[in-house]
């Protein structure tokens, strides 16, 4: 249903576009989220943006670099990555939660605080910061 795309291999301190697109419905309404796994590490929630577009989460590892953002129209959820670092390296997931009762702060915060909870992992996409 997610399809990850624009990792790659970049130097630190360069900087990448990840995109995310949905397909067989709209996201309009989702809690959606960017997740990566590195290697010999679980799945950790990068950021997450409530389905109201008004809250944004981030990890404090890249709280400062990282930007999520959504276009409706297109379909699509970004993460913009800057000032990449080595340790920023894995496989990048996103995912995404249907609309629900959940006060949407709350559902995005939740979101990315239990990946563990999660079992619809897409391919993802690879992200390698190396020199």
């Known amino acids: 249903q997610f399809v990850e795309s624009g990792g790659g291999l970049v130097q630190p301190g360069g900087s990448l576009r990840l995109s995310c697109t949905a397909s067989?419905?709209?996201?309009?309404?989702?809690?959606l989220g960017w997740f990566r796994r590195a290697p010999g590490k679980d799945h950790e929630g990068v950021s997450c943006l409530s389905r109201d577009g008004l809250s944004t989460y981030y990890d404090d590892s890249v709280k400062g670099r990282f930007t999520i953002s959504r276009d409706i129209a297109k379909n699509t959820v970004y993460l913009q990555m800057n000032n990449l670092k080595p340790e920023d390296t894995g496989v990048y997931y996103c995912?995404?939660?249907?609309?629900?009762?959940?006060?949407?702060?709350?559902?995005?915060?939740?979101?990315?605080?239990?990946?563990?909870?999660?079992?619809?992992w897409g391919q993802g996409t690879q992200v390698t910061v190396s020199s």
């Open positions: 995912a995404g939660d249907p609309p629900d009762f959940m006060e949407p702060g709350l559902h995005a915060q939740g979101m990315c605080a239990m990946p563990n909870l999660r079992d619809d």
């Open positions: 067989g419905g709209t996201l309009e309404h989702y809690t």
